[in-house]
């Protein structure tokens, strides 16, 4: 059974780096074949995909965000890290983690329960 | 990037209807196309997967199609469990969420 749980503060102050942790269980991201993705929702909105790690540590950013974000993964520690400078109160949201499987096409088969992340001063 | 295009952002239906919410891809995603189900205060759950493939446990009801720029996720005989918003999320290159459609009870 694959479960994941986001991690990390619950308000950040604008200008602040956000980092965001993902601990995992029930697969590995050594194993091939096997991503990790970071997904964010403010609230009341639309889903916004942020970035991906491959097992082979290739990362994937959204274009709009490439420049704030940074994905790192500990494959010892079961974990995948997102970090994001310069938050601004835009970035309030609910942070989730998933992962991401292929059978062809890559989809998001198990997701964690998400973090909300207030931006404020 | 691609933008992903869902129409119509909400509807009302009542139980037993069909339904039908389409998903429109900026330039070709193949067959590259997944759809999710979110409920209020709760995490998506995949439904579909490339564009027509039906995840396991998910009912019949649920199908999908399309290739290219145009999918569709059609839900017959709709339940009261149905009622939810939906996105369509590209995976041809990196991701891509449609803005969401809402599945309300008329």
């Known amino acids: 059974q694959i479960t994941l749980k986001e991690s990390g503060p619950t308000l950040v102050k604008p200008t602040q780096t956000l980092t965001l942790t993902c601990t995992f269980s029930?697969?590995?991201?050594?194993?091939?074949?096997?991503?990790v993705d970071w997904i964010r929702q403010p609230p009341g909105k639309a889903l916004e995909w942020l970035a991906l790690?491959?097992?082979?540590?290739?990362?994937r950013y959204s274009p709009s965000l490439k420049n704030r974000l940074t994905i790192t993964k500990d494959t010892s520690k079961n974990q995948v890290v997102l970090t994001m400078t310069n938050v601004d109160p835009v970035d309030t949201a609910t942070y989730y983690c998933?992962?991401?499987?292929?059978?062809?096409?890559?989809?998001?088969?198990?997701w964690g329960q998400g973090t909300l992340v207030t931006v404020s001063s | 990037d691609i933008q992903m295009t869902q129409s119509p952002s909400s509807l009302s239906a009542s139980v037993g209807d069909r339904v039908t919410i389409t998903c429109r891809a900026s330039?070709?995603?193949?067959?590259?196309l997944n759809w999710y189900q979110q409920k209020p205060g709760k995490a998506p759950k995949v439904l579909i997967s490339?564009?027509?493939s039906l995840q396991s446990g998910v009912p019949s009801r649920f199908s999908g199609s399309g290739s290219g720029t145009d999918f569709t996720l059609t839900i017959s005989n709709l339940q009261p469990e149905d009622f939810a918003t939906y996105y369509c999320?590209?995976?041809?290159?990196?991701?891509?969420f449609g803005q969401g459609t809402k599945v309300e009870i008329k």
């Open positions: 998933a992962h991401s499987r292929s059978s062809g096409v890559w989809y998001l088969d198990s």
């Open positions: 029930g697969f590995s991201l050594s194993t091939a074949g096997v991503g």
């Open positions: 790690i491959y097992w082979d540590d290739d990362k």
């Open positions: 330039q070709s995603i193949s067959g590259y």
């Open positions: 490339a564009a027509s």
């Open positions: 999320q590209q995976s041809h290159s990196t991701r891509t």
